[in-house]
């Protein structure tokens, strides 16, 4: 028997997975720790698709874009927002795959914000009542801060009315 007859009779007793997947039964489920060491090499726009194929792989994405250290040699993607996007919408270009992908992100909306600072995929958000909101985009987690005043190193500035600028 030839090796191109053996394969043939592998692959007849051994369908492939995604064949499997496509007469309605299970793909294999790969645990949470393997799924985050795997996603834990991909670039953000790879991680979003991934993250999106099934439930148990969001929840692992989910966890890697929270808990885990980011990837040290991923290519940063540009962070925008843009009036045609919408107020609740916000860019993300991959300079990688020099592509475009549109984010929706959480209220308050995020053309009415300011961006304070960034760090390992967060953003500090500042929107027109000076409220603090720390930000992921990918996750669209948003942790509320406490005001500005009640930072010690911070002196606020007040209009005539008394009100903080």
Known sequence: MSMLQTFQLYED???PLMEAATDGTELLELPQEVLMDIFAHLDVPDLVRAGSVRSSQHAA??????TAPCRLKQTPCLLYTS?????????????AEKKAYTLALPDPPIRRRHVISSSSGWIITADSWRKLHLVNPITREQIALPSVTTIEQVKPIFNDAGVVQ
């Open 61 to 66: 994405y989910s966890s890697q874009c929270n």
């Open 13 to 15: 007793a051994h369908p």
């Open 83 to 95: 009036q045609s996007a919408g107020a609740w919408a916000a860019g993300l270009y991959s300079l």
